[in-house]
């Protein structure tokens, strides 16, 4: 019945299909899984990927991936015909909606190698209400990842809630 409603502009296929038709691919995904849905995303060719994943052990205690390497640099390894993206890690989803930025504005951390590709992120982060700030090359995602870790420490293991995120004063 919805697909009545909305009419010929709805496309069903999955991955494939949304990938296919996507211009940014979010990978919201917990990092085990990135790279079996890359494997079935079809061409990524030209793709923005925002990789917001923290690659974390199953007891949410450690990073699995980290320091010399990261997950958004094996992802880029995946998928190297798309443009890949570090953005959003250290940002509870629960930041997301508009209603949690009454609290004020949360920074968001973007890290990738393609200027073009870093400005559409940057804009994404803008009007999703965030005020983006650019963190340099994906090699810095690196340094990214543990910012994340320790945000999900602090909102879950420390008793800050997931309204907590990392902020540098000075920058934004």
């Known amino acids: 019945m919805l697909a009545a409603e909305l009419g010929s502009k709805v496309e069903g296929g999955g991955i494939v299909a949304a990938c296919k038709i996507a211009d940014i691919v979010l990978l919201a995904l917990p990092y085990q899984a990135i790279a079996e ?13 925002i990789d917001v ?3 974390i052990s199953a007891d949410f205690k450690d990073l699995v991936v980290g320091l010399t390497n990261s997950a958004a640099e094996h992802i880029q390894a995946a998928a190297p015909s798309a443009h890949v993206v570090k953005a959003f890690n250290t940002i509870s989803a629960k930041l997301v909606p508009v209603p ?28 999703l209400g965030f005020t983006p700030v650019y963190a340099g090359s994906l090699h810095n995602s690196r340094f990214l990842e543990p910012m994340g870790m320790m945000n999900i420490q602090l909102a879950y ?16």
Request: no cysteine; glycine share 16%.
């Open 157 to 172: 293991f420390l008793g800050h809630g997931p309204l907590v995120a990392p902020f540098w004063q000075g920058i934004g």
């Open 100 to 127: 949690a930025h009454d609290r004020g504005k949360f920074q968001v951390f973007i890290a990738g190698d393609d200027e073009a590709t870093n400005a559409r992120v940057i804009g994404l982060a803008r009007t």
């Open 37 to 49: 849905v890359l494997a079935m995303a079809g061409d990524l060719a030209g793709k923005t990927l």
């Open 53 to 55: 994943s923290n690659p």
